[in-house]
């Protein structure tokens, strides 16, 4: 089976286009000058709205920071995950045979030579300010890999439950080279009811990198009536003095004490 994945994923000269990052050279993406401008431009864009909650706050993301230099930005990515084919939406073929083509007819949109599916005539208006990412491969039957897989001459196909063997997600990606905006809030967050590794885990970069689950968040970043900042705070200091005491008491001599202690008592 062949997979194909194309949208409208952001305006024109927008850095975006990183998501060819994961086509590799060998996919033609319009609007691309680089592959070296995609990791600068594209990386330094995505990130800002896409980072793991507790890795990607100092070190690596900081130094990332560091080096780009960009304007804070946010991304939102829509996954549609086994949604409509992309010749239902934006990718018509009017020009095929009407077995290939589909039932729905096309429409012209406000860039020559661009159609669209006849059911988006509002996107349709705005197609100027839009880049359509075209990304085609047929090595393979399974959906997610093609995220990482797609024009890489190295890609294999895998049904064995562990979709593109574990690499990681794009947000995962910009977890790690860009990281968040503020250092106080994660830079990936995910909404999704049920997660799937290619599209939001952090594969072999690890757990650093993986989402914040969105979806559980609802009624979690408001204080319980009656508790304060002030009193959060000293609870929050003392529970650091008594993980500092566990690893004390856990290290060196006095483990070693309690290791003897207890050969003794058995």
């Not at 401008?37 to 706050?57: C, D, N, P, T, Y």
């Not at 406000?110 to 085609?136: C, M, N, W």
Request: charged share 20%; glycine share 10%; net charge positive.
């Amino acid at each position: 089976m062949c997979h194909s994945w194309s949208g409208p994923i952001l305006p024109q000269q927008s850095p975006l286009s990183v998501f060819s990052l994961f086509a590799g050279a060998y996919t033609p993406v319009l609007g691309l000058k680089s592959r070296r401008w995609v990791l600068q431009a594209g990386l330094s864009g995505l990130g800002a709205g896409l980072a793991s909650a507790a890795g990607a706050r100092g070190g690596e993301s900081a130094e990332a920071n560091a080096r780009t230099g960009s304007a804070k930005k946010s991304v939102i990515l829509i996954w549609l995950s086994g949604g409509p084919s992309q010749l239902d939406m934006w990718d018509p073929k009017p020009d095929a045979p009407s077995e290939i083509r589909g039932p729905f007819s096309s429409i012209p949109t406000t860039v020559p030579g661009v159609r669209l599916t006849e059911h988006f005539p509002l996107q349709a208006k705005i197609a100027s300010k839009l880049s359509f990412l075209r990304a085609v491969d047929c090595s393979m039957s399974n959906h997610t890999p093609i995220t990482m897989q797609a024009g890489n001459p190295l890609a294999r196909r895998t049904d064995n439950g562990r979709d593109g063997d574990g690499y990681p997600s794009m947000g995962s990606v910009a977890a790690r080279f860009r990281g968040a905006n503020d250092p106080d809030l994660p830079a990936f967050v995910g909404l999704a009811p049920q997660w799937t590794s290619d599209v939001w885990e952090a594969g072999h970069m690890g757990g650093k990198y993986a989402p914040v689950n969105g979806d559980h968040l609802a009624g979690r970043c408001s204080l319980p009536k009656g508790l304060e900042l002030t009193r959060l705070s000293d609870r929050d200091a003392l529970r650091m003095q008594f993980d500092k005491f566990r690893r004390d008491l856990d290290s060196g001599e006095n483990l070693d004490k309690l290791v003897r202690s207890q050969r003794r008592a058995y």
